[in-house]
């Protein structure tokens, strides 16, 4: 059993385990999904280390890798995973390695063969792998659309697709997808291709979350915000004072993966140490009256009235 790293769990003495759980983590090789493996691995679950060792967007991470980050230089794809598997095992974990690519469907089912073969279920999904492709939008091209997708959403889908019949046949799952305020939240100037696979990635959280719901299945997506390879090299300028550490979004995430957490469809924004839901609200707005069709006129004239904050409801 690994000793968890933070200490005791502030304002609680029952602590938060995951004892004989099974979580398949994608994307678990450096960033994020390293600390979503190790945290998982010291609240007592066993974890398939899932990366592929090397992006579809590598070559934008040399500059970050030649400035001396504490990445090789030189290393095998396949040695990424292992090298977290290995550093869970030394801890006293169980981990097992898998270098498959989340966007093909046949790498998605050795992911959840392996927690099968290895650990003899499955529990926990996160859907952490991801690539990052940003461009002035006219220098941005259908195939990059086409790589980003391929990677959040098809490989999203896939695991779970793969993981969702043990989890309906036990009655008992959790899936957190790693959305994104890009395609949530906010629009940035060059990530048109990511925002799009993330929305998509948040669309496809909710519904999966509504399939769940008859099968004790919930599905839940994070909005992280934390210092990373891609963060560092998005060009966006960061508070210099505030704490970005991966390590401060795996905790939140941990408590989404367990059986008390009764959260689902829900999508939280984390970063800093912070915690916050976010939800969708409409105005109270205007209702149009009258027998005849509704103008652009009448539009314009009650727009400010429309725009009125409230409790108004889709």
């Given amino acids: 059993m690994i000793r968890h790293r933070a200490g005791q769990t502030a304002g609680s003495s029952v602590p938060v385990r995951l004892d004989n759980r099974v979580a398949v983590v994608t994307g678990a090789g450096r960033g994020l999904g390293r600390e979503f493996a190790l945290e998982l691995a010291a609240r007592g679950a066993a974890v398939v ?18 400035a001396d980050h504490g990445e090789p230089a030189e290393e095998e794809p396949a040695t990424v995973a292992a090298r977290v598997a290995a550093e869970i095992g030394r801890l006293g974990g169980s981990a097992v390695a898998n270098a498959a690519d989340v966007a093909e469907e046949e790498g998605a089912r050795s992911i959840v063969a392996d927690a099968i073969r290895a650990f003899g279920r499955v529990d926990i999904v996160v859907n952490n792998a991801g690539v990052v492709i940003t461009a002035p939008f006219e220098d941005l091209t259908a195939d990059d659309l086409a790589t980003v997708q391929a990677v959040h959403v098809r490989g999203s889908f896939n695991v779970a697709r793969q993981a969702w019949p043990h989890l309906v046949a036990q009655e008992y799952g959790r899936i957190v997808n790693v959305c ?22 948040i669309g496809l959280t909710c519904a999966l979350a509504r399939d769940g719901d008859r099968h004790g299945i919930q599905v839940n997506g994070i909005l992280p915000a934390a210092a990373t390879r891609a963060s560092a090299l998005s060009g966006k300028k960061r508070a210099p004072h505030v704490d970005r550490s991966p390590a401060l979004v795996a905790a939140g995430l941990t408590w989404l993966c367990h059986e008390n957490c009764d959260a689902s469809g829900r999508l939280y924004a984390l970063t800093a140490g912070s915690m916050r839901m976010i939800f969708n609200t409409v105005t109270s707005g205007y209702v149009f009256e009258g027998s005849g069709p509704v103008t652009p006129e009448e539009v314009r004239d009650r727009w400010e009235q429309m725009l009125r904050p409230g409790t108004g409801r889709i």
């Fill in 180 to 201: 994104s305020v890009e395609g949530g939240l906010i629009g940035s100037p060059q990530f048109a291709a990511y925002a799009a696979a993330k929305g998509g990635l």
């Fill in 49 to 66: 280390v899932n990366d592929i060792g090397v992006s579809a967007d590598a070559s934008r991470y040399v500059p970050f890798i030649a």
